[in-house]
């Protein structure tokens, strides 16, 4: 059975249910329902803060990533971020391609999918937290750039992680019905 798109339900009585329609083929996740409001506005490419590779290469394009961090080194040359970093991005464009198939998944295969969404978030989380929490000039200015990007697109970091986390809530819950 396919998990159906969502559509307005007419109102029939006190209890008020989503009448769902058929997804298309290969549909990406549902988009989230109009409760979750997100300002949707163009953000240029200007400043990018994580990009996926294409094929190969350095993929995860930070500010100074490689770049000789002097005496100390820099937050961008450790080996545990660029690792983290590398895996992050990688991960994220494979999800990112295996969500065009959402729509094909049976119960099971979408709630796995949210599982390994969700824990990217996490891992996602995890590095900004570590963005916050250094010293270095170019993390901060990688952190200033993300959180600009996010005030383009009309969303605080708490709203936007709210939002995030009720958008799978509300995908947790359209596959148990």
């Not at 998990?3 to 996740?29: E, N, Q, S």
């Not at 969700?118 to 901060?140: C, G, H, I, N, P």
């Amino acid at each position: 059975m396919a998990i159906p798109a969502f559509a307005p339900a007419a109102a029939a009585g006190p209890a008020r249910r989503l009448r769902l329609a058929p997804p298309t083929v290969g549909a990406f996740p549902p988009e989230p329902p109009a409760a979750v409001a997100v300002r949707r506005r163009r953000v240029t490419a200007a400043a990018p803060v994580m990009q996926a590779g294409g094929g190969g290469g350095d993929a995860f394009n930070f500010p100074g990533l490689g770049g000789g961090g002097g005496a100390g080194g820099g937050f961008f040359d450790s080996p545990i971020v660029r690792e983290e970093g590398q895996a992050l991005v990688r991960d994220q464009e494979a999800l990112r391609r295996l969500g065009h198939s959402y729509g094909n998944f049976d119960a099971a295969g979408k709630r796995l999918y949210i599982d390994e969404m969700e824990a990217l978030y996490e891992r996602w989380l995890v590095m900004t937290k570590r963005l916050e929490l250094s010293s270095d000039f170019q993390a901060q200015l990688q952190r200033k750039q993300l959180l600009e990007q996010m005030e383009q697109a009309g969303m605080s970091f708490d709203q936007f992680d709210r939002s995030t986390r009720h958008a799978f809530a509300m995908m947790r819950k359209e596959v148990k019905d």
